[in-house]
């Protein structure tokens, strides 16, 4: 940011009219799913607006439900009118900027920017018996902390349900300055036909696994290097 650029301390005391649609917990818990933050607690971010202000607030993004929240004092709140925003950033840690609905994470690679729209779910993969078989279960999308594999507890604290962790995460480029989507390998070689038979043998020598992120990374990455 240019040194004209103005740094308002105030934690939007002055923008919470347009800015804000405030949530009360029983709110908060009223969504489709759990949220899942991609930070234990809120911390300090900036967000810069298009207008070349920046603003600070303790933030936090649920990327379960696709939403920036931030705090003031005890209360949670839900960051809007995204339309006037340009990026949320954490110091060296994470950086969003918004889409027509909802946020995607901006990711410095080498070679170039990797967007990435979050989709976590989870797998249950069974409920545990006495024996510890695992039955046949359902998907459905809940909060989680990591991708792997875990056991929810009923209310007697004894293990139940298994869940396999996974995402459907969407993967973007920006070619020819529009955002072209990447979320598979076919598509990958559409968007760069004369590097077909590169991609395929980069893809089978590195075990390029689309499903998960630090794999689909590596991949994009090479992609944006051809």
Same mark, same amino acid.
Request: hydrophobic letters at 40%.
């Given at each position: 940011m240019s040194s004209s650029v103005v740094i308002n301390q105030d934690v939007m005391k002055n923008l919470v009219i347009f800015l804000i649609f405030s949530l009360?917990?029983?709110?908060?818990?009223?969504? +489709?799913?759990?949220?899942?933050? !991609?930070?234990?607690?809120f911390i300090s971010a900036k967000i810069h607006f298009k207008n070349r202000s920046v603003t600070?607030?303790?933030? $936090?993004?649920? +990327?379960?439900?696709?939403?920036?929240?931030?705090?003031?004092?005890?209360?949670?709140?839900?960051?809007?009118?995204?339309?006037?925003?340009?990026? !949320?950033? #954490?110091?060296?840690?994470?950086?969003?900027?918004?889409?027509?609905?909802?946020?995607?994470?901006?990711?410095?690679?080498? $070679?170039?920017?990797?967007? !990435?729209? #979050?989709? !976590?779910? $989870?797998? $249950?993969?069974?409920?545990?018996? +006495?024996?510890?078989?695992?039955?046949?279960g359902k998907v459905e999308t809940i909060s989680i902390r990591s991708l792997g594999v875990f056991s929810a507890t009923d209310a007697k604290g004894h293990s139940a349900d298994v869940f396999q962790q996974k995402n459907n995460n969407e993967y973007y480029l920006s070619i020819n300055g529009k955002l072209e989507k990447i979320n598979n390998i076919k598509q990958a070689q559409k968007l760069f036909p004369a590097h077909k038979e590169a991609i395929r043998s980069f893809v089978k020598e590195h075990n390029i696994n689309m499903k998960e992120p630090l794999s689909a990374l590596e991949f994009l990455n090479y992609c944006l290097g051809l």
């Open positions: 009360t917990a029983a709110g908060l818990y009223a969504q +489709a799913y759990d949220p899942l933050f !991609i930070f234990d607690q600070v607030a303790n933030m $936090n993004y649920d +990327a379960v439900n696709d939403r920036m929240y931030f705090k003031q004092g005890e209360d949670m709140m839900e960051l809007t009118n995204a339309a006037m925003i340009d990026s !949320i950033s #954490w110091a060296g840690k994470r950086c969003f900027v918004p889409r027509e609905k909802g946020y995607m994470e901006k990711v410095t690679v080498d $070679n170039g920017t990797v967007y !990435i729209a #979050w989709r !976590i779910q $989870n797998v $249950n993969v069974g409920s545990k018996g +006495a024996l510890g078989a695992v039955t046949q």
